[in-house]
């Protein structure tokens, strides 16, 4: 599908196959990459809304800033079967994740929640979507995290990537007091990854490890290649096997 608007063309890519692990043989909306603004969100509405079975929406990398958060919010309340939702790289900051919160907390078959580089701060809003929602892959890299991270509690959360956070106000990128509640309160979690960020004890991270021989905790450069063969099911079992 095709849609002109301010004299270029925008293609909603839509297809009903995906060559990821995560959804396969569902549809599919790729809008990643197109500049779309809120301008270009309340052109695009009516045609958005009708793709109400989309499993898999991709709109990583625009230009959306908290004010766009409000149309987004309507279009998403429309995914009744949306899994994947990828809105990394907009800047839509906490006030715009206040506004979608309550919508992705309604969103009964979200599993898979990417929020890397929005420039979020405050993490607690996503903690009441994990709260009410089956979702079981967190991504809030590249953000600066300050505030939250122990309110991000969910009975279902398998993998969470919190890497190369910003806290301008901390020497710690992240505070082990509370990565340490945080992996205490998420029984299932089996992949937590919180690479390139600065500790002031590795000794600490190690001993995080060892508390939780069931966890694989991730804390170098690169992520383990089996995060990308994990299923979706929030119920089924994964064997994993710590890193040396």
């Known amino acids: 599908m095709f849609l002109t608007y301010s004299n ?15 959804i396969k043989d569902d549809l599919v909306l790729n809008l990643s990459n197109k500049q779309l603004r809120i301008q270009e969100l309340e052109i695009l509405k009516d045609s958005l809304i009708k793709e109400k079975d989309v499993k898999k929406l991709d709109l990583s990398n625009n230009l959306f800033i908290p004010q766009a958060c409000e149309k987004l919010a309507f279009i998403l309340s429309h995914y009744k079967q949306l899994e994947y939702l990828d809105l990394s790289n907009n800047p839509i900051r906490d006030e715009g994740l206040n506004t979608l919160a309550p919508i992705l907390s309604k969103l009964e078959n979200l599993k898979v929640l990417k929020l890397n580089n929005c420039r979020l701060v405050n993490v607690k809003n996503i903690g009441k979507i994990l709260a009410s929602s089956k979702v079981n ?26 890497q190369e956070n910003h806290n301008i106000h901390r020497r710690q990128s992240l505070s082990l007091a509370e990565l340490r509640k945080l992996i205490a309160e998420n029984k299932n979690l089996k992949i937590f990854d919180i690479s390139n960020n600065q500790f002031a004890k590795l000794q600490d991270i190690q001993t995080m490890q060892h508390a939780h021989p069931s966890l694989q905790l991730v804390f170098k450069d690169e992520m383990p290649k089996k995060v990308a063969e994990l299923p979706i099911d929030n119920k089924s079992s994964v064997a994993m096997n710590r890193n040396p």
């Open 8 to 22: 270029r063309l925008i293609q909603l890519d839509t297809n009903k196959t995906s060559q990821t692990a995560d």
């Open 137 to 162: 892959h967190l991504e809030i890299s590249k953000n600066q995290i300050e505030l939250g991270l122990n309110e991000l509690r969910g009975d279902y959360l398998n993998i969470l990537i919190i």
